[in-house]
């Protein structure tokens, strides 16, 4: 790859914060980029022709700095910026720790904003739409804390798919509110139809939910979740829908819209690739009123969403560093990284499921799978079972994964390759599979 091509993009990843300009005048006016990320040339291919073709992708993984004495599948973590978005935040962390508070008090409101405008176009929102969070975890609690549609008597739902710490404090409602809370058991292998139903069986079981937590892709196995059509039925109930995206932005390509929903979270440093500590709270204009502002905070005209939050000091450079991500995300291409990821998935999946002793987890059909699935040891399901095949793949076999435990099932071993996780290295995990008898 000819990295030359990226080097009048580097000058103005900064979106917003153009480090000459700000170092120099301290100009107030936002700067925009004039992207010129080149990538090679795809020739009008498709995604799905793109996604096998270990030439272009070893291109692309020359833009990363490899993981060193292992091979690592567990990137569903945090995701790892690419060579010109780290550029782009050490630039912008000099700038920042140079000009102080000086920068801080005086530019970083404009450039913040103007970070939040670039988000909300990727996200296919309104203007005023998305504030920028240190994570998914941080937008998500304060949308169930402030939620503000609850009696003694209603029930809240969630899933044993859903993120732990979100179906904590689902749980934590009860104690607060007086509410009830329902969990909902979704197959561990499953389609659209199967998880639809799950949920419809569970608003028909329990008339009086209110509140549901919803997740888009689900950390435990990476299975989809037909979003648009739960909220429907959600929706014809008199039921709100809170909805964790944050594995599943720039894992799949959507836009928030697609989903219907009113509160979402969401995580920039998972497959955005920015830096560790950016995410984001979606509230759909018209919506916010069920959401009471932060404590201390207030809004009495319920129309902005920035109330909603009180992130206080935070990583200035992170969040000056989102535009570079998404720059460097959109050239890749949502649509090629989805069909790239599915298909590193799929090699490994449709082997496992062939394995007598391993029982794979995740989506049955394409649009119910993303690049992450999971997989254990048949009738092996206990935590220390996972743990001891965590363990067997690291240090036998020098593959790097993580258990989750989060899944009614029982817990399981996770696999997350990136973009620049080649075919041999999940063939080695392949091979690896066929020794675990």
Known sequence: MNHSKFSLSRRNLLTGVATTAVVSSFSATAQTA?????LPSLSNRTADSLASDEAYWAEIASYYNRTQGIINLEH???GKMAKPVIEAYQRATKMVNDQNSFYARKHFPADIRDAMSRVGQALGTQEGEIVLTRNATEAIHNLIRQYQGLSAGDAVLFADSDYPSFKTIMRWLEQDQGVESVEVITPALADQQQLLQSYVDAFDRKPNIKLMLLTHVSNQHGLVF??????????????????DCAQSWGLIDYKIT?????????????????PVGVGALYMRKGALDKIAPYPGESDPNN??????????????????????????HQAIGGENKQARLKYLRDLWFSEAQSMSHIEVLGGKDSISSTGMSSFRLKGKNSI???????QRLENDFGIFTVIRKGLDSGACVRITPQVFTSADEIQQLVDSLKQLV
Do not use: M
Not at 226 to 243: L, Q
Not at 262 to 274: D, P, Q
Not at 306 to 326: E, I, K
């Open 258 to 274: 697609d989903l219907k929903v009113n509160w979402a979270g969401f995580n920039l440093h998972k497959w955005i690739g920015s």
């Open 303 to 328: 129309n902005r969403a920035y109330t909603r939050v009180h992130t206080a000091t935070a990583n200035f450079a992170a969040f000056l560093a989102v535009p570079a991500a998404l720059d460097f």
């Open 226 to 243: 037909p979003v648009k059509a739960i909220v429907e039925e959600a929706h014809k109930r008199g039921i709100d829908v809170i909805c």
């Open 76 to 78: 569903g973590y945090w």
């Open 34 to 38: 004039n992207s010129a990320l080149a």
């Open 384 to 390: 220390d079972d996972a743990n001891k095949l965590q």
